[in-house]
């Protein structure tokens, strides 16, 4: 058993105060961004806004540049191509940048409850899943549906 839990977030059909109160209500106080490009064409979600409106929610935004998946991982994505993102996100994962990020998501994850966010609503079908078996095996997880989906 596990002394230690993270959460998982996609906004995929989602609005800000969706993905906010899903976060208020399981408690979190992290929010970690691991999109390699925190970017979006869904309001409220580039980088900038999703922290401000983590910040006005009283959760922390941290972003995970490193630990976001290249480009050609996320084309296999859009293709549904899971085998395909595997294999690059292992590579991506296995950088020292994406190690020393892992390192310090995994400190922030024992003392802090923290969500990793990504755009896909189903987190099997995520990177964020993939990060989670790899960088923090021993941690429990919670999947967390907005509340607006």
Request: glycine content about 8%; proline content about 5%; overall charge neutral.
């Amino acid at each position: 058993m596990t002394d230690h839990t993270i959460w998982t977030i996609g906004y995929e059909q989602s609005s800000v105060p969706g993905v906010m109160a899903a976060l208020r209500k399981a408690g979190v106080e992290v929010l970690a961004d691991v999109r390699a490009l925190p970017l979006s064409r869904r309001p409220g979600f580039s980088k900038t806004a999703l922290g401000a409106n983590a910040r006005e929610a009283g959760i922390e935004y941290v972003h995970f540049k490193a630990l976001g998946t290249p480009a050609e991982g996320r084309a296999a994505a859009r293709r549904n191509d899971h085998a395909t993102l595997e294999r690059i996100y292992e590579g991506q994962l296995e950088l020292p940048e994406a190690l020393a990020a892992g390192a310090k998501l995994a400190d922030l994850a024992t003392r802090r409850k923290v969500a990793l966010l990504c755009y896909e609503r189903e987190a099997h079908g995520c990177h964020r899943t993939l990060l989670r078996q790899a960088m923090l095996p021993d941690f429990a997880v919670v999947d967390l549906v907005p509340e607006d989906t």
